[in-house]
């Protein structure tokens, strides 16, 4: 049986209704959280927190002046919504650069803004920032990407250094390609700017780097989730933990 170490608490996971979002409301239900489900997707949201007894947020966190002024009151906020595009920086639509930090800079700012008060208060809190290997390295054709994710390492360490003080952690998980919607989409894109078939692009991009040659599986993700989140990770904050088969090793 799954420990109820999550027992009593309240979490709010963006992008919660797919990839690991989506491990990760199950990760955290399981053992005993009341999560709420953050996304855009009205059937899918919906239906995932009827799934694990939790309530559905539709929200388009993207829209970033509508959140300046909410207020939440929970115990963990993972900030793991985000969205990829693949293009050379001479041909990056301008638009889709600043959705993209809107999405995973701004709104994960915004939100730890809104969650900090009620977690002073209460003198604990857990504030999880989902990075990526892109947040520690660089990797051509994504500089929007790239560039959020550097953002939100950033934010995740102030978050860390203020918070600390109050018995709030701040700490981000950098995992490399994880077999995700997220991830299948880039597929097609990938091929056209590398100038190599579909087929090769797992192989010949995406795990090139990687010691153990496979991707990761959300509920991977989910686990070392869960453990940041928990009174056993107590004094773990301001860090930057990599899941990436030995990626950012080299």
Same mark, same amino acid.
Request: net charge negative; glycine share 10%.
């Given at each position: 049986?799954?420990?109820?170490?999550?027992?009593?608490?309240?979490?709010?996971?963006?992008?919660?209704?797919?990839?690991?979002?989506?491990?990760?409301?199950?990760?955290?239900?399981?053992?005993?959280?009341?999560?709420?489900?953050?996304?855009?997707?009205?059937?899918?949201?919906?239906?995932?927190?009827?799934?694990?007894?939790?309530?559905?947020?539709?929200?388009?966190?993207?829209?970033?002046?509508?959140?300046?002024?909410?207020?939440?009151?929970?115990?963990?906020?993972?900030?793991?919504?985000?969205?990829?595009?693949?293009?050379?920086?001479?041909?990056?639509?301008?638009?889709?650069?600043?959705?993209?930090?809107?999405?995973?800079?701004?709104?994960?700012?915004?939100?730890?803004?809104?969650?900090?008060? =009620?977690?002073?208060?209460?003198?604990? =809190?857990?504030?999880?920032?989902?990075?990526?290997?892109?947040?520690?390295?660089?990797?051509?054709?994504?500089?929007?990407?790239?560039?959020?994710?550097?953002?939100?390492?950033?934010?995740?360490?102030?978050?860390?250094?203020?918070?600390?003080?109050?018995?709030?952690?701040?700490?981000?998980?950098?995992?490399?390609?994880?077999?995700?919607?997220?991830?299948?989409?880039?597929?097609?894109?990938?091929?056209?700017?590398?100038?190599?078939?579909?087929?090769?692009?797992?192989?010949?991009?995406?795990?090139?780097?990687?010691?153990?040659?496979?991707?990761?599986?959300?509920?991977? @993700?989910?686990?070392?989730?869960?453990?940041? @989140?928990?009174?056993?990770?107590?004094?773990?904050?301001?860090?930057?933990?990599?899941?990436?088969?030995?990626?950012?090793?080299?």
């Amino acid at each position: 049986m799954t420990e109820q170490d999550l027992a009593g608490r309240r979490a709010l996971i963006t992008g919660g209704a797919s990839g690991i979002g989506l491990a990760c409301v199950r990760e955290f239900a399981a053992r005993g959280a009341h999560v709420i489900v953050a996304d855009h997707h009205v059937y899918l949201t919906e239906s995932v927190a009827e799934e694990v007894g939790g309530e559905p947020w539709l929200v388009d966190l993207a829209d970033t002046a509508a959140l300046e002024d909410v207020s939440l009151d929970v115990d963990i906020l993972v900030n793991n919504a985000g969205i990829q595009r693949v293009s050379p920086i001479a041909e990056f639509v301008p638009e889709d650069f600043r959705l993209m930090q809107r999405l995973m800079v701004e709104s994960p700012f915004l939100l730890i803004r809104a969650v900090l008060p =009620g977690m002073y208060r209460r003198g604990w =809190g857990r504030i999880l920032n989902v990075s990526s290997a892109h947040g520690l390295r660089a990797s051509p054709f994504k500089s929007a990407y790239v560039t959020a994710k550097h953002a939100l390492e950033g934010l995740s360490k102030v978050t860390a250094l203020e918070g600390g003080p109050h018995g709030v952690t701040s700490n981000c998980i950098n995992p490399a390609y994880v077999n995700t919607p997220l991830v299948q989409k880039q597929i097609a894109d990938q091929a056209a700017v590398h100038g190599i078939p579909e087929d090769e692009v797992v192989e010949k991009i995406m795990l090139t780097e990687s010691a153990i040659k496979r991707l990761i599986e959300p509920e991977e @993700v989910a686990s070392l989730a869960g453990w940041l @989140v928990s009174d056993s990770a107590g004094m773990v904050t301001g860090a930057s933990y990599t899941m990436d088969g030995g990626w950012t090793a080299r």
